[in-house]
Each structure stands twice: as C-alpha cells, then as structure tokens.
Nanobody, 125 residues
Framework: VQLQASGGGLVHAGDSLRLSCAAS????????MGWFRQAPGKKREIVAQ????????YYADFAKGRFTISRDNAKNTVYLQMNSLEPEDTAVYYC???????????????????WGQGTLVTVSS
C-alpha cells in the first residue's frame, strides 16, 4: 500500500486548508486511517483518526472544533479539513493507514501499518 498526501502549503493565520491522502496498491488492506503531524523539534502526534466505516472518529484536543477528518472509500482517500489555522499548526502532516477494519480508536503511531511521505503546512502570523 502506498499513501500519497497532498494539499499542504503556506497560509496565513485564520485560513483553511484541506489535506488529501490517496491510497494505492493493495487498498483492500486499508482499514482505519489517521493524520499525524510533526513540528520542528517536537515528537510526532496524532491529529485525527477515522475508522474504515467512518463510524468512529477521534480528534486531538487542539483539533477539536477546527479540523474535520473524512474519507471516501470508493476513492481510497482520506481528507483533513483544517479551518482557523494557527501558527502552532505549522508542521509536516503525515497520513497513515492501519489494516484493522474495526471501529477501534487508534491514536498511537505504532498502531499504523502504512505511512505517507508527509506534506508541509506552514501558517504565518
């Protein structure tokens, strides 16, 4: 499975961005998907996660009310709509996929099996 993330860029505080992550290859192996981010000098952290069915979502506290994760299984794509961006959101954003198709909450990077290459989001003040 290959994951291709896109949609990052340079924006101003308060702007919005939508990240996309398309899966290819053995996509039948793709279950839950998530977005992580890593800012310079910081550890990688979960942003949001969505189960294969879409029935379970999880958001980190900083993402609640501003970010929305969604997926289109027909297109093997997961999205992250980010609104009201802040300079603190500047990071490389990674999409990840797990093989499980359960509705479990997966918040640890060790729970994911496949990773995309990352897309840089820079928010200026």
């Amino acid at each position: 499975v290959q994951l291709q993330a896109s949609g990052g860029g340079l924006v101003h505080a308060g702007d919005s961005l939508r990240l996309s992550c398309a899966a290819s290859g053995r996509t039948f192996s793709v279950g839950a998907m998530g977005w992580f981010r890593q800012a310079p000098g910081k550890k990688r952290e979960i942003v949001a996660q969505i189960s294969w069915s879409g029935g379970t979502t999880y958001y980190a506290d900083f993402a609640k009310g501003r970010f929305t994760i969604s997926r289109d299984n027909a297109k093997n794509t997961v999205y992250l709509q980010m609104n009201s961006l802040e300079p603190e959101d500047t990071a490389v954003y990674y999409c990840a996929a797990a093989r499980t198709k359960s509705d479990y909450r997966l918040t640890l990077d060790t729970q994911y099996d496949y990773w995309g290459q990352g897309t840089l989001v820079t928010v200026s003040s």
